[in-house]
């Protein structure tokens, strides 16, 4: 059974710093990539970031370049999203979610091209 377990969120000040880390279960997890999305009240679901199955790849929204960092541990069979520098607007429920797709930057900033789910973490950035 695939299983996605978001962690580290929380209630932070303007200018914080939080990581949010995702453990894996279930599936092949040095073979996915690995996707970071948030989804804020009223609005849908957005694509934060992704991370080759290998780590050597990574890809941001222009929203939180420079500002957030994916990295993963194949070993651990996490993947996580330091952020720093946290504007208000960052305020979302973050997930992690695991693609098979191994190509396509673009393709992979998409939700539906990922199957598996986390439940998601609160992120909560005061001003």
């Known amino acids: 059974q695939v299983l996605l377990v978001d962690s580290g969120g929380g209630l932070v000040q303007a200018g914080g710093s939080l990581r949010l880390s995702c453990a894996a279960s279930g599936f092949t997890f040095s073979r996915y990539t690995m996707g970071w999305f948030r989804q804020a009240p009223g609005k849908e679901r957005e694509f934060v970031a992704h991370i080759s199955w290998t780590g050597a790849t990574t890809y941001y929204a222009d929203s939180v370049k420079g500002r957030f960092t994916i990295s993963r541990d194949n070993a651990k069979n996490t993947v996580y999203l330091a952020m720093s520098s946290l504007k208000p607007e960052d305020t979302a429920v973050y997930y992690c979610?695991?693609?098979?797709?191994?190509?396509?930057?673009?393709?992979?900033?998409?939700?539906?091209?990922?199957?598996?789910w986390g439940q998601g973490t609160q992120v909560t950035v005061s001003s």
């Open positions: 979610a695991a693609s098979p797709r191994t190509v396509g930057v673009q393709s992979l900033m998409q939700p539906a091209e990922y199957p598996y």
